[in-house]
């Protein structure tokens, strides 16, 4: 599968990855003890900055293990 193709398949992971990030911040900022909330919009802005930071990271992993 081209790389196009892959993009075009983790468009609804995104989403619905930021949807249940919104859904359980509730019980993650309880845990911690955050008092504020977290709309989707923010959850969607903590989602691409974690899929940012961890795709080279995982790029990189899936390197290694096909040496």
């Known amino acids: ?34 008092g504020f909330t977290l709309s989707y919009g923010n959850a969607m802005l903590v989602n691409i900055t974690l899929w940012l930071a961890l795709a080279p990271l995982t790029a990189v992993g899936n390197k290694r293990c096909r040496k």
């Open 1 to 34: 599968m081209s790389g196009y193709f892959r993009i075009l398949a983790a468009i609804p992971g995104f989403f619905l990855s930021s949807w249940f990030l919104m859904l359980l911040w509730g019980v993650i900022a309880s845990r911690l003890q955050l």
